[in-house]
């Protein structure tokens, strides 16, 4: 397999084709990839391309490569927190380059965070119901830096309790770049008597089960966090 003049690199059309038997799960997590010397002759590349190419799939996360008499390439196996770290990055390169606007974002938000919501108040379990309380504050006797960083550790523990690591993964990319751009807030006081109220809200519909009212409390409370999303 050569790449034609004109077309992507050698390297490039190899890692492609190699990404491609990867996500259709031809090649399996743990599998070991071909040696080098054998990629190289099956498709018709120097050894040099080969290493580029492995390179590239390395650095998406696709395959792991080891040394040694046992060593070799092999597809790596999925992890969430760098699924999660990679979908970050690139989302924070897409709104530094004005493809990807603060509004979309919290618009993405919204999307997964309130069916989170109403998830979490029917799956939650009891330690997970811990960690979102140990999240709740009052505005009298925390900073307002202290109120943030607990009003992100309150949107990560309903993440969690949802139950669904999908929904988590896609989530929390999003909220780190919006948690970011809050920081930067000039916020009210009102708005910390807001935030409290509206954990607490939250949190006693999911602890009562009750699901519907979990999603509108969320519904109603990234509504008002407009303001420091604008």
Known sequence: MTAERGSAPAYQVLADFLRARIITGELKP???LPIEPDLSTQHGVSRSTVREALRVLASQNLITTTRGVCGGSFVAYPNPEQISAYLEASIRLLAQADNLSIPELAEMWSLLEVPAAGLAAMRRSPDQLQDLKKTLFSRDEV?????????????????????????????????????????????PSSFWASLEHDHERIFQAIEDQDAATAQQAAREHLQKLQPALS
Not at 156 to 172: F, H, I, N, W, Y
Not at 175 to 186: G, K, N, R
């Open 143 to 187: 900073t307002p830096g202290r109120a943030l960083e607990l009003a992100k550790d309150f949107h990560s523990a309903l993440m969690r309790a949802s139950g669904s690591a999908l929904v988590e993964v896609m989530a929390r990319p999003v909220f780190e770049v919006l948690h970011d751009h809050m920081v930067t807030f000039e916020a």
């Open 30 to 32: 743990g599998e070991k």
